[in-house]
């Protein structure tokens, strides 16, 4: 299994084919996401191969917007099928990493430990400093492409969505928990001064 030319083979696809209109669902995106999930698998005692697997499908959970940006998770995993193999992945590696990329779909459904890792790795930012900021660039994101078109119907999301939110991980809850709470009492007054 050569992750290394797999890494290489992902950033370069998603440097080059994903547009400059996707500011949230971006290569920083997937770079954040990988970061946090070695983060927090290593808190977790997630090693070895699974360590691995679930690099893998950091690097390609969101690359379905490459080839299908309404599904992407599905195109996530049709890219992991077409591409894996050829570093070395065998059928069996591939079905897990697809397993770990579908469980991201909103609303997340993780199935196992290395899926929770992944799921609160996509998450982390809502229970982060950076928040406001990576939380503007989806917006942004949503705005463009026509899902909302104010600041207050963002905000009515967030509140709905943040509410509803769990993570699954030990760490997760004891490092973004409260923080994520600050932040869905900032959102719920905004919706308050802003009726």
């Known amino acids: 299994m050569d992750k290394q ?8 696809e998603l440097h080059v084919g994903l547009p400059g209109l996707r500011t949230y669902h971006s290569l920083e995106h997937t770079m954040d996401v990988y970061a946090s999930a070695v983060t927090i698998a290593e808190e977790e005692g997630v090693t070895g191969e699974d360590l691995v697997l679930l690099k893998t499908a950091a690097l390609f959970h969101d690359a379905g917007f490459l080839v299908q940006p309404d599904e992407h ?57 950076d928040f406001f900021m990576v939380g503007d660039r989806l917006y942004e994101e949503m705005r463009t492409y026509g899902a909302i078109s104010t600041r207050r ?39 308050r001064d802003n009726p």
């Open 73 to 129: 998770e599905k195109g996530g995993c049709q890219l992991a099928k077409e591409h894996l193999p050829r570093f070395g992945y065998t059928e069996e590696q591939v079905a897990k990493i697809c397993a770990m990329i579908m469980a991201t779909k909103i609303p997340q459904r993780a199935h196992d430990r290395m899926s929770e890792v992944l799921c609160d790795a996509d998450l982390d930012y809502l229970g982060r400093d």
């Open 5 to 12: 030319a797999a890494k290489a083979f992902i950033l370069a």
């Open 153 to 191: 119907e963002w905000n009515l999301l967030q509140e709905k969505f943040i509410s509803n939110h769990s993570y699954y991980t030990n760490t997760s809850r004891e490092l973004r928990e409260p923080k994520k709470q600050q932040h869905l009492e900032w959102v719920r007054q905004w919706l």
